[in-house]
């Protein structure tokens, strides 16, 4: 092979050609070649994703970055998603780092099994992640708390809390020690079972009868769903009955011809009542003729005086006029 200026350039372009391959491979920049369609998502923070960051699907690589900008008040990531992923429509994307100082990435979830797939272009959800500094310093925060609090427990503090209290316990010990062993007395009375506290724990007759009540109350409320069953059940027995037509109160409802006996009995009173409002028959006649109450009036005043009459002549005299008009 000669030596000529074309043949070293030929290898110059060769060599970075497969420098730049491997850089690409390196870097995931081969996805570029590949086949795919383009989602996007809106954050309101990226915290620190870069364009070429990876797009995973529960952590399996699916995609890259391809931009990072503003829209609309929020931060749009547009991102590749390589052929043969699917995301769905209701999948949400959130940014993710995969350790303290790992690189960020975008995860998308499954979604949903029914919902349809994402086409390209289009945007789907996304989900806050906490910003990690913002963590870092609630951290620092509350270590700092804690360390002032442990500042202020000094050696002079500590004795000052302590002192008083064990001061008290001197001065008190044999009330103390005595209320302690009354203590451990009561507690050995309960533990052998004795008083009523030692009773209610050891002993079981409260249980059993515990038992009989609720054993007693729930017999009691099965008797009488049983009997408000079957009370119900004859009633409805009576209801079919009567719906029926049968017995009295059946044929009465069922059968019309009370109904229309009643309806003829009121048309005959009703034909009755105008006959003695206008004055026809003897009853009318009776209610709206003024001379009979005029010759009745007459007859109680002719009765009046015949009975005053005879109070005046006496009985044997009443007695002489009855027997001559016999005789």
């Given amino acids: 092979m000669r030596n000529t200026l074309e043949t070293r350039l030929g290898l110059f372009v060769a060599l970075a050609l497969i420098t730049a391959f491997i850089i690409l491979e390196m870097v995931g920049g081969t996805r570029f070649f590949k086949r795919g369609y383009r989602v996007s998502a809106l954050f309101n923070s990226v915290q620190e994703l870069t364009v070429g ?3 995973k699907m529960a952590g399996v690589p699916i995609g890259r970055v391809e931009n990072v900008g503003f829209k609309d008040s929020k931060v749009e990531v547009a991102m ?3 052929r043969g992923y699917v995301v769905k429509t209701d999948s949400k994307a959130s940014i993710r780092f995969t350790g303290l100082m790992g690189q960020n990435f975008v995860a998308i979830d499954f979604g949903s099994e029914n919902a349809p797939r994402v086409e390209d272009g289009q945007t789907i959800a996304s989900v806050e992640q906490p910003d990690f500094n913002a963590l870092m310093a609630r951290l620092d925060e509350a270590a700092t708390g804690i360390q002032n609090i442990t ?10 809390l302590i002192g008083p209290l064990m001061n008290f316990i001197k001065d008190n010990r044999e009330p103390l020690t005595a209320t302690i062993a009354n203590f451990k007395s009561v507690s050995d009375q309960i533990a052998q079972g004795k008083g009523t506290v030692g009773k209610l724990i050891h002993d079981d007759a409260l249980y059993t009868a515990a038992l009989t009540t609720v054993s007693n109350v729930t017999q009691t409320v099965t008797q009488t769903g049983d009997e408000a069953r079957q009370t119900l059940a004859d009633a409805r027995k009576i209801v079919a009955r009567v719906n029926a037509g049968e017995g009295t109160v059946g044929r009465l409802l069922a059968d019309d011809a009370l109904y229309r006996e009643a309806t003829n009995s009121m048309t005959n009173l009703r034909e009755i009542l105008q006959k003695v409002n206008n004055g026809q028959g003897t009853a009318a006649k009776i209610i709206n003729d003024p001379a009979l109450y005029k010759n009745a009036n007459m007859t109680l005043q002719k009765v009046d005086k015949a009975t005053e009459s005879l109070e005046d002549q006496g009985v044997l005299s009443v007695v002489g006029i009855a027997v001559g008009r016999l005789f």
Avoid: A, R, Y
């Fill in 80 to 82: 590749k998603i390589d």
């Fill in 151 to 160: 500042k202020t427990f000094t050696g002079d503090k500590l004795d000052n």
């Fill in 53 to 55: 960051s990876p797009v």
